[in-house]
């Protein structure tokens, strides 16, 4: 079963593509197929589900998705029946990532657009990735011109649902820092890839 472009899940918005914002990067996992065929992959922070069903749609036989905010849980859950041949293949467990721990090893973890938003989330991504033995990471995050620190002031993005605002501003300098600290190597696929937002980028790493 493909799944139609910019229609892979309709939540009223919510963790859907209309305007194909997320197209080049559904794209290039589609077209990079390989990494994900047969294999399990951990979604960490899925918002309402478009990656989980990219991977399952790209070849995952099982995607475990990891989102906080229990809202999103109930509106994919509303959608996906829709889509009868996938929900056996995706587990949703609702948690932090700050209080996740892999229940099992799984082939490939997937980190969109996450570290940004958390203080240590470096740390919590490495816990993860060493504790369910991963030899792949998918990374995407804003890229800055400097690093900083945002000021906590405890204020809440409107277009994430109970996400707080950014905290570190991360440059592609500390990301490749960060990769060489923990023995990863990544090589960018995609970069400045999403009109509108400062620059970004997506990673394929070798754990």
């Known amino acids: 079963m493909r799944l139609p472009n910019n229609s892979i899940i309709n939540c009223g918005g919510v963790g859907s593509d209309p305007d194909g914002r997320l197209a080049p990067m559904s794209a290039w996992m589609a077209s990079n197929s ?6 399990s992959v951990l979604d960490i922070a899925s918002n309402a589900g478009h990656f989980p069903l990219v991977y399952v749609d790209a070849g995952a036989s099982f995607v475990m998705a990891v989102e906080p905010r229990k809202v999103f849980e ?17 587990s949703w467990i609702v948690s ?13 973890v997937s980190c969109l657009g996450l570290v940004y938003h958390m203080k240590n989330g470096w740390g919590h991504l490495k ?5 369910c033995g991963a030899k792949i990471l998918i990374l995407d995050t804003m890229l800055f011109d400097s690093h900083s620190y945002a000021i906590e002031t405890g204020r809440i993005n409107s277009n994430c649902v109970g996400l707080v605002e950014i905290v570190e501003r991360p440059t592609k300098k500390l990301v490749e820092k960060k990769f060489e600290e923990f023995g990863w190597t990544g090589e960018l696929v995609l970069e400045n890839w999403q009109i509108g937002n400062p620059l970004r980028g997506m990673w394929l790493v070798r754990l």
């Open 74 to 90: 109930r509106l994919f859950n509303e959608s996906i029946i829709k889509l009868s041949e996938f929900p056996n293949r995706i």
């Open 127 to 131: 816990r993860i990735v060493d504790g």
């Open 96 to 108: 932090t990532v700050e209080d996740f721990t892999p229940p099992q090893c799984f082939d490939v």
């Open 34 to 39: 390989c990494l994900f065929e047969g294999k």
